[in-house]
């Protein structure tokens, strides 16, 4: 199988949004066998908040979803910005369906039952579009992240860190000033293959946060106890 590279150069991230649980798993081990990472959810508000999370190159949308139905979850991703392609499955066939989808957004469209070879042809298509242009730098505070070539700095000043501690500073930026879950990192900064046992978030974390913060006046790398972290330069994290 080909083994495509996401947005940022790393195993292509697809979000899988099914309420039906054998379907979704048929689709997450196709996925898989395509050495691709799958995460599944089962409603469009789940989906949502995914989305609003980052960190996904493709998406697989159900529409007969049992609250915000696929057609609107697209709508909504589409006016919030978000430019992954979309692969609309769904078991309505009539034209006016199809042309509803690809009007709220949609890259294409997969009426179920469906061939799984099929389905990984569709989104291997959909993995070779180029990729929409990201901000070329992110700023919070005196910290900034250069896309293109991974460089990140602080007050001017260099940082030098790991492919992995780099994936989270990235994160974090991407979601600044809001509190993101151990869960949510494990998700988005390690691939399926990682035993999220054990306290390697702590730890990844402890390492960026000295990398950042280390001798600086102003702490921006926050700690909220029983729910996460924080990426800020608020005085109050707990209210980020």
């Known amino acids: 199988m080909l083994r495509a590279c996401g947005a940022q150069g790393g195993v292509i991230r697809v979000l899988i949004v099914e309420d039906e649980p054998d379907v ?39 529409v007969g979803l049992p609250d915000v139905d696929g057609f609107e979850v697209c709508r909504r991703l589409r006016a919030q ?5 979309v692969l609309l499955l769904t078991a309505r066939n009539a034209l006016r369906d199809r042309v509803t989808g690809l009007d709220a957004g949609a890259d294409d469209y997969l009426p179920k039952p469906f061939d799984v070879e099929e389905l990984l042809a569709r989104l291997r298509a959909l993995a070779r579009r180029p990729a929409a ?70 730890v990844l974390v402890s390492r960026v946060r000295r990398k950042v913060d280390g001798g600086r006046a102003q702490p921006l790398v926050h700690t909220i106890r029983g729910v996460g972290y924080v990426l800020t330069d608020r005085s109050s994290p707990h209210a980020a």
Do not use: C, K
């Not at 974090?172 to 054990?198: A, K, T």
């Open 81 to 85: 910005g978000g430019r992954m392609p």
């Open 133 to 202: 242009p990201l901000s070329p730098t992110l700023r919070l505070a005196d910290l900034e992240l250069e896309v293109a070539t991974h460089v990140v700095r602080r007050g001017g000043d260099e940082l030098r860190l790991t492919a992995r501690e780099y994936a989270l500073v990235e994160y974090l930026m991407r979601n600044s000033r809001r509190v993101v879950s151990r869960s949510q990192i494990l998700e988005h900064v390690w691939d399926d293959n990682f035993d999220p046992l054990g306290n390697a978030v702590d």
């Open 24 to 62: 979704a798993d048929i689709i997450r081990r196709a996925v898989r066998s395509a050495s691709w990472s799958p995460a599944v959810v089962g409603t469009g508000r789940e989906a949502l908040l995914a989305l609003a999370g980052g960190g996904h190159d493709l998406v697989v949308l159900d």
